[in-house]
């Protein structure tokens, strides 16, 4: 099947968000030493396995850690086989159109 759109997702706060004090964390890892414990968004990871179909699914990160630390969420959350890329989020982008022309659908992780 030949996919002609992209969907690029976040990680933190995203896919996953910091655990409030109060709350159980519905997952807890270790990542270069540091344990970290995250509440997932289901909703959002069902969406983008039933979008996966028929788009291509970009993960990205603009968190320190790297791309490497997207990649580890992705494994534990259970989409590594509904993913199409990983990266790091862009710094610049270089196009010849304006990116109000084309940039046009970012959405909420709860409206999606």
């Known amino acids: ?6 969907i690029f997702c976040d990680v933190d706060e995203t896919l996953v968000r910091e655990v409030l004090f109060d709350e159980t964390p519905d ?4 990542f270069n030493g ?3 414990r995250k509440k997932v968004n289901y ?3 069902e969406k983008l396995k039933e ?12 968190n320190s ?14 989409l590594r086989q509904f993913i199409d890329v990983v990266l790091f989020k862009p710094t610049k982008i270089i196009d010849d159109s304006p990116i ?4 046009l659908n970012q959405e909420k992780p709860n409206d999606f």
């Open 27 to 30: 997952v807890e890892f270790v």
């Open 65 to 78: 850690l790297g791309s490497e630390y997207a990649e580890t969420i992705i494994d534990i959350v259970g």
């Open 1 to 6: 099947m030949l996919k002609n759109n992209n």
């Open 100 to 103: 109000f022309d084309w940039y």
């Open 51 to 62: 979008k996966s179909k028929t788009v291509f699914i970009i993960i990205w990160t603009s």
């Open 34 to 36: 540091c344990l970290f």
């Open 43 to 45: 909703n959002l990871i």
